[in-house]
């Protein structure tokens, strides 16, 4: 079995949560569920780690190794999180971390 396909386990603190912060204009921050396509997206889009089709291009085994392994980690961690997005302005920074623990 390669190591992208294996299950992965984070721990006995494995993460419950993933949570999007976007600092806008507003009156009172917002918290809301974001879907998870969403959040699975973002993270990809960030990774910086490839993810093409190993039919079309050939990558070194070490490369595809990290790849597959990444790959394998945030699909689960998106799998098994809620996933929320707080909206908050630069006025409400001193509220983030009791706005983060109500969620």
Known sequence: MSLGQ??????????????SLVRQDCHKPRVGR????LILAT???????LFSNPDRVEYP?????????MFGTIMQLVDQCQVFQVVYANH????LPNILESI
């Open 34 to 37: 974001l879907p998870k396509q």
């Open 43 to 49: 993270l990809l889009r960030e990774s910086l780690v």
């Open 6 to 19: 294996r299950a992965f386990s984070f721990g006995p603190l494995a993460p419950t949560h993933l949570v």
């Open 92 to 95: 409400h920074l001193r509220e």
């Open 61 to 69: 085994a070490e490369i595809q190794e990290v790849n597959d392994i």
